[in-house]
């Protein structure tokens, strides 16, 4: 690329190239999703102009309001991820099975998951919004896959990764060799590696989490986010600083960028519901676990990591603590006296 920057494409084909066994059936693949990740981008860019704004008067399988735009994103990327032969099959938050490849085109060795447009809430109110996708292998027939092929821990993946849109479209992934991040340069329509080797400071000062649900919290919670609040004058002895945008791209990206803790964990009113959390596993969970892991930080339910679970069912929800590797094990250690507390 120019300016003595690595386009995405060159820096996917050269990784690449140190993998023996590697056919280019990957690299291309995920060529796919950054094509996939580029047109979103433009919708999201235009917004009302082309009317993609507002609810699509329908829910999805977890009984969410679908926006439009949900429903448009998660056909892009069905529609770019089809025909080249790479996928056994797809599924998404937005989808209630997962997507069999169409009879025209050819089947391949891997499986994608994606939450199309995480955070779309925001789509309304003009904040970031992102995409979340995971690349895992197909193990089982992959002429004939089942939900059931999708179902593997986090530590199974192959790749995984994001694209924000924000003031800058960036898309950042890990193949389990770190975290590149790239920024799309609108004029050429590439990404360029802008942010080689990102890591997460292991010590933070900044907390993100959505304040409203505090009474339903468990005492591990409400007890680090009590200690944050009381700051120099509490246990810390420091000041803490706090966020929540709403959109977990966003909220990751801060974190990989200056460090930070994101939970979302279970609650009260989850366990009356008899859910295990707000995020999913599949499409959520796993492929943020999986970057932020890669950059140094830690991915905790609060109680075991979160790429060992060995999920059940394909849009399980989870509870997630993420971010610097010392406040999540604070977390956890935290969850680990008060289970034991509770055992005595
Ligand atoms: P979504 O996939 O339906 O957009 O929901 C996930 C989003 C996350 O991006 C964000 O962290 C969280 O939901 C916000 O939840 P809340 O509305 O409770 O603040
Ligand atoms: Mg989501």
Not at 112 to 137: A, C, E, K
Not at 150 to 177: D, H, I, K, R
Not at 314 to 329: A, F, I, Y
């Amino acid at each position: 690329m120019h300016n003595g920057k690595t386009s995405i494409t060159q820096f996917i084909i050269e990784e690449q190239r140190h993998i023996d066994s590697a056919t280019g059936d990957f690299t291309s693949l995920l060529n796919d999703v950054v094509t996939s990740c580029k047109v979103i981008s433009n919708l999201v860019n235009q917004g009302e102009l082309v009317g993609v704004l507002g609810s699509a008067g329908s829910e999805n399988v977890q009984g969410e309001e679908q926006k439009k735009m949900d429903i448009i994103t998660n056909d892009v990327f069905l529609e770019t991820n089809q025909w080249a032969g790479h996928l056994a099959a797809m599924a998404s938050e937005e989808m209630d099975d997962i997507y069999h490849i169409p009879k025209q085109y050819p089947r391949g060795k891997y499986l994608l998951t994606f939450d199309p447009l995480d955070g779309s809430s925001n789509m309304d109110v003009n904040v970031s919004v992102g995409t979340i996708f995971s690349i895992l292998r197909c193990k089982g027939d992959c002429q004939n896959p089942t939900a059931e092929d999708f179902l593997q821990a986090g530590t199974e993946q192959v790749c995984a990764g994001y694209a924000l849109y924000g003031p800058s479209t960036m898309m950042v992934l890990t193949t389990g060799n770190g975290v590149n991040g790239f920024t799309l340069d609108q004029n050429i329509g590439e990404f360029a590696l802008t942010h080689p080797n990102m890591t997460i400071p292991e010590d933070t000062r900044e907390f993100a989490i959505n304040a409203s649900n505090s009474r339903f919290w468990e005492k591990p919670v409400q007890r680090y986010v009590d200690e944050c609040l009381a700051g120099s004058t509490g246990a810390r002895g420091e000041d803490f600083n706090m966020r929540w945008v709403a959109s977990m791209v966003a909220e990751v990206h801060r974190i990989l960028t200056r460090g930070g803790i994101f939970m979302y964990p279970i609650d009260e009113k989850m366990k009356a519901k008899g859910t295990e959390g707000k995020l999913r596993l599949l499409y959520e969970g796993n492929p943020m676990a999986f970057v932020v892991e890669q950059a140094g930080g830690a991915c905790s339910t609060g109680r075991e990591r979160v790429m060992e679970i060995n999920p059940k069912e394909l849009h399980q929800r989870v509870p997630v603590v993420l971010g610097s590797k010392n406040e999540v094990e604070r977390v956890v250690s935290y969850h680990k006296e008060m289970d034991a507390d509770a055992v005595a």
